[in-house]
């Protein structure tokens, strides 16, 4: 399993994988002065819920390749016959793909504050914030690749089976942001991402079985 989750690692940040998600959230922070005006107070105030938003749609970029090419190469296959367990499997997943894309958009964030003018604390509870969200947005990715994998068109779908059900994760991890209540808020955050991680490996586990029927 570990060599498993290694190879993921390595194939998420092989062909600037990694590169493209940071890309892309810092994209979106760059355009988004663009959209609202440069009035740096109103950037502060929303710039929170901007970087979240934008490391939602980041986590989305890679759903097609988490699940869909070790089902098309027969690699799943070879794991089941050799009895092991497909919802391990997506575990194993999950931990790749956190640590090929959360560490980087953690770093850009850091960026991201800067072009919005966000204060060292906000910062702060931005980085603590996308600590815990991020591993349940992992898992969500995961079991959404697993439930489009084969699909013509996945990642069309992708978008709209993760986005809705991603929505707690971006309410309770832009609430945290507030001074007064945050703490409840990260609570929140917390226990949503506990259950994604808990509950995505064997959503995909089904999943991958299904596809492989």
Known sequence: MLALTLRDVRRGYAG?????????F??????FPFA??????????????VIWAAALLAAL????RLVGPDLESGVLDQLRV????????AACKVVAHWVAFAPPLMLAAVIAAGLLD????TLLR????????????????????ALVAGLRGGSAVAGLVMLPLAVPLLIFGAGALDPVGGAGAFKLLGAVSLVLVAGAPFVAGA???????
């Open 16 to 24: 600037g994988g990694a590169a493209l998600v940071v890309a892309f």
């Open 26 to 31: 810092l994209l979106v922070a760059v355009l």
């Open 36 to 49: 609202i005006g440069p009035d740096a107070a109103v950037l502060a105030r929303v710039g929170g819920g």
């Open 61 to 64: 970029l890679p759903v097609e």
């Open 82 to 89: 050799r009895g092991v367990s497909l919802a391990l499997v």
């Open 118 to 121: 966000l204060s060292g604390a």
């Open 126 to 145: 931005v980085e603590i914030g996308l600590a815990i969200g991020t591993p349940g947005l992992a898992a969500l990715a995961v079991a959404t690749g």
């Open 207 to 213: 999943a991958m079985r299904a596809g492989m029927e």
